[in-house]
């Protein structure tokens, strides 16, 4: 086995680790902000909407799943960093680039910062910053991963075609997550307990770029407690469409996907079932006033089902050169 042979399996070996770890630590943030808003409280659903007190080291509670939350972190920058040095040094596998493992880098950086030095909690900004910055570095790793192992070398012209399509049903489900994070961020979970619709006045544009403002302080009443009203529907509903969108689209992609391939097969299957999953997830937490454990696992299928398109556009993104010496 030679030595280039060696630093690779450790490469491989590393990105696989560190994508472990951030999937527990987006799903550990999710769990220990959800919980810290009020979300499980005895006193639902008056207890919601109470910001935290910032601490001298950000906002993760001193419990065993901050702690574990704290722990995972750090060994993940420490995992990262180590990525980043082989990668740099010319020890990463040629189907892997080295902008990638770079902006990786940047993202636990970025992450690190505004998690230690984190600035009034009632800036929608930080939340959004948090949510999606943690699962674009998910995506980035499963992306790494996959091109670091499997060989992609299609010749298969129908299945090539399909690419553009997974790319925006990418973009898609980017723009979900985005929608979802937004959603957290602006304490608009609650506010929309019927379905399909929302009661009262949500249908406002002026009401959608206001809860689209992430630097824009929420207000708060005297208690610290986030003043909720018709924006918070608005941004709600705009999730709810969103979802609407998502599932249609990427079922579709899924569908045609399924016939074009079956190379494609297994993953065009687990689009389906995550879809299915998270749209169930979502009408059930609505319906059953919000349990932390089922928005937990709201969050944790909406990071499956990202990693599945990204692993539908890898398998349709053919490697130039060979992944092993």
Known sequence: MTDRTQTGILYTSLVFLALVLTLAAVLLSAYLRLESIGLGCENWPGCFGQLPATRDHGLVPNTTAGAVHRFTASLLGLVVVAITYLSLRGGRPRGVGPGVPLLVFALT??????????????IPAVTFGNLLGGMTMLALLWWMSQRAVEVVDTSDHAATALKPWALLG???????????????????????????????????????????????????????????????????????????????????????????????????ISILVFLIVQAGLGMTAVLTELPLLLVTAHNAMAALLLLAVVNLYHLLTPTVTPVHP
């Open 109 to 122: 950086v970025f992450l690190s910062v505004l998690g230690v030095s984190t600035p009034s909690p009632d």
């Open 170 to 268: 990418l973009l898609v489900v980017t723009v979900q997550i985005a929608l979802g994070a937004v959603t957290s961020a602006d304490f608009a979970g609650p506010s929309c307990t019927t379905l399909p619709g929302c009661n009262g006045d949500w249908a406002s544009i002026t009401n959608l770029v206001h809860g689209f403002d992430l630097f824009n302080a929420l207000g708060t009443d005297d208690q610290g407690r986030v003043i909720t009203g018709s924006m918070q529907k608005t941004v709600h509903m705009a999730h709810r469409l969103g979802a609407l969108f998502t599932l249609l689209y990427l079922g579709w992609l899924a569908l045609r996907a399924l016939k074009q391939n079956n190379r494609l097969r297994n993953t065009a």
